[in-house]
């Protein structure tokens, strides 16, 4: 089983500001990465699919980046509704997730 | 617009059967090559594939939980199903399902989710 670990477990950040996830999988899973949103009482939302490429409607605020065995989410200037729960998935061997970082309100 | 359901009991007694289903509006599932999962995410824990299900009806198990694990569809109800048997309380999570295209493949879109709870 391919293990994804996500860090940090919590990122404090401020409106406005950069915040970057990592995501780093025990072994290569190629761009075979997936990241999701996750908002309390909600569905998870797809936002990144093949590592970099943004789902449908997904704000261009969100980038993906990374290959192999090292993967970072991206959001560029935080907004009131990114504050969340974020996880990564892997699709290369059979489907693995990683425990999810929590983005809240520094 | 795709959205998918969950239903079944909340509450299941340990060494019975969990049994839930995933309801599909806004496109059938017989006419569309797509596989339909189940996630689960117990509480305060990360996110597991349970299975998943091709619109054809072959299907494909999380090797550690394919002992205790039927997933079936019902194409003229629009659903699929999940059984998972001699339940304990590690099963307690919220039951998502979520259509993917391809196996494996990431999920989009999700049910919102239903918590089953395992408890005498």
């Known amino acids: 089983e391919i293990v994804m670990t996500q860090s940090p477990a919590t990122l404090s950040v401020s409106p406005g500001e950069r915040a970057t996830l990592s995501c780093r999988a025990s072994?290569?899973?190629?761009?075979?990465l997936a990241w999701y949103q996750q908002k309390p009482g909600q569905a998870p939302r797809l936002l990144i699919y093949?590592?970099?490429t943004r789902a449908t409607g997904i704000p261009a605020r969100f980038s993906g980046s990374g290959s192999g065995t090292e993967f970072t989410l991206t959001i560029s200037s935080l907004q009131s509704e990114d504050f969340a729960l974020y996880y990564c998935?892997?699709?290369?061997?059979?489907?693995?997730f990683g425990g999810g970082t929590k983005v809240e309100i520094k | 617009q795709l959205q998918l359901q969950e239903s079944g009991p909340g509450l299941v007694k340990p060494s019975e059967t969990l049994s839930l289903t995933c309801t599909v509006s806004?496109?059938?599932?017989?006419?569309?090559?797509?596989?339909w999962g189940w996630i689960r995410q117990p509480p305060g824990k990360g996110l597991e594939w349970i299975g998943s299900?091709?619109?054809?009806?072959?299907?494909y198990y999380n090797p550690s939980l394919k002992s205790r694990l039927t997933v079936s569809v019902d194409t003229s109800k629009n659903q699929f199903s999940l059984k998972l048997s001699s339940v304990t309380a590690a099963d307690t999570a919220v039951y998502h399902c979520?259509?993917?295209?391809?196996?494996?493949?990431?999920?989009?879109?999700w049910g919102q989710g239903t918590l089953v709870t395992v408890s005498s």
């Open positions: 979520a259509r993917h295209l391809r196996l494996p493949d990431w999920f989009d879109p």
């Open positions: 806004g496109a059938s599932i017989s006419s569309s090559t797509y596989y």
């Open positions: 299900i091709y619109y054809s009806g072959i299907t």
């Open positions: 072994q290569s899973v190629s761009s075979n």
């Open positions: 093949g590592a970099s």
């Open positions: 998935q892997q699709y290369y061997n059979w489907i693995t």
